[in-house]
């Protein structure tokens, strides 16, 4: 009997915040869950970097706009970590129309010794009352609490895909197919419209925005993504409305690869900025591709990820997995490239020594501290023994959602509904 993950439970983001130590995932059903980092002990050394359930809230419900006629699903679409300012954690979380500020804190101790209460919490009658009690904090279990600080709704028409939180900190935007919206942290009825491709006749409609995001340190500058495989670099400094992109990066199409799918498959599904923000890296169906920030005509690296599917892109549009939005991270050093594949396979592409190498997320070779082993896919007729087929591929498991903590080798994978974590072995 095979028993399929229950639809609510499959990961759609996961999240490393800035210290790396907390891990947030949000998944179909609208729920959080973060993971916290074991603190090393020395009688436990093995259990170092192990993550454990820290806090799990439902951020999302299901709604139904009734002006629309639509459900509005309660998916986490994208989750992303404030830096932490106390003693509090603040994370943003978004599912299609809404998003909401969270925030995270510990409670170690309670208050007792009301006057106008008892210790139920029942008020007393004033005329009893003949003595004044100073209230005292005592010591309780650890609880972790979740309380919803800001929401943001009403702004989008159309699906959110992406949230950014800028370096000032002060601001974030938020982007769906054909705008995208500057919002302040502390106001929540109106954000201000940055950029708008939504043409006057919706059927002259030729690409839409699939990512956004901003600069790490120019609180002024951010890219977009395009489904047509563009990506636009926009300065706010330059207009109040960021239609006219400072920076335009296009790749010229090579005409010997021209197919009926070559549409789709150059649409960009993750673009993100390198740590020290010269690069940027995107994701189309097949590749990675690597772009300076001074170089507008062409990536300066480019890597294949599954270059065997271009046989099958026939059968993969049928299935509609030639739409899956697979999501790119860098390493903290931005010297190496994660990105997911089919059969819950995860690419890594090192970009000084330009080896590659392809890893399974799966439970059989998952037991704790099992040292994970390179796979390969083999096309054509004559296969080794350690290789899988092509067409054995299982492309109802495949790997979308990666993090890498911003700081030591520490991966977090999201296969359906499973997450695997996995770090580099440790003498």
Not at 117 to 131: A, N
Not at 163 to 190: C, G, H, K, P
Not at 323 to 336: I, L, P, R
């Amino acid at each position: 009997m095979l028993l399929l993950p229950c639809e609510a439970d499959i990961i759609s983001t996961v999240e490393f915040n800035h210290t790396g130590e907390l891990l947030a995932t949000g998944d179909k059903g609208g729920r959080v869950v973060i993971f916290q980092r074991e603190q090393e002990s020395k009688n436990q050394p093995h259990r170092r970097g192990e993550y454990n359930v820290y806090s799990t809230f439902q951020s999302h419900e299901p709604e139904f706009d009734y002006l629309k006629s639509l459900e509005i699903e309660e998916k986490i679409n994208k989750i992303r970590w404030l830096p932490q300012q106390n003693a509090a954690y603040f994370l943003l979380s978004t599912n299609d129309k809404t998003v909401k500020l969270w925030k995270v804190s510990e409670r170690d101790k309670r208050p007792e010794g009301y006057n106008l209460k008892d210790e139920d919490g029942r008020l007393r009658d004033p005329s009893m009352i003949t003595t004044l009690r100073v209230p005292v904090l005592r010591p309780m279990d650890l609880m972790v609490e979740a309380t919803p600080r800001r929401v943001f709704a009403n702004a989008h028409t159309y699906h959110i895909n992406s949230i950014s939180v800028n370096s000032d900190y002060e601001t974030y935007m938020s982007a769906d197919d054909l705008r995208i919206n500057l919002w302040n942290f502390e106001i929540t009825n109106q954000s201000f419209n940055i950029v708008d491709i939504k043409p006057a006749n919706m059927e002259e409609l030729t690409e839409v925005i699939t990512a956004a995001e901003f600069h790490p340190h120019h609180c002024n500058t951010f890219v977009y993504s395009s489904s047509k495989g563009t990506i636009r670099l926009c300065d706010m400094r330059t207009s109040a409305l960021c239609d006219r992109h400072a920076k335009f990066f296009e790749e010229p199409e090579d005409p010997s690869n021209r197919s009926f799918f070559s549409e789709i498959i150059s649409s960009i599904s993750d673009v993100k900025f390198s740590h020290s923000g010269r690069y940027i890296m995107t994701r189309d169906y097949l590749t990675v591709k690597v772009w300076d920030l001074n170089m507008e005509n062409r990536p300066i690296e480019t890597y294949q990820v599954h270059d065997y599917l271009r046989s099958k892109l026939c059968s993969l549009y049928e299935n509609d997995c030639i739409f899956d939005k697979f999501e790119c991270v860098w390493n903290g050093t931005d010297s190496v490239i994660m990105t997911g594949s089919y059969n819950n396979f995860f690419r890594m592409f090192d970009r000084n020594t330009k080896r590659d190498v392809t890893l399974e997320a799966s439970r059989e070779n998952s037991k704790p501290r099992a040292i994970l082993k390179p796979r390969k896919v083999c096309v054509g007729g004559k296969r080794r023994k350690d290789e899988i087929s092509v067409d054995s591929l299982d492309f109802s498991k495949k790997i979308l959602h990666t993090a890498w903590h911003p700081s030591e080798n520490i991966i977090a994978v999201a296969a359906t509904n499973n997450l695997y974590i996995f770090q580099d072995k440790v003498n």
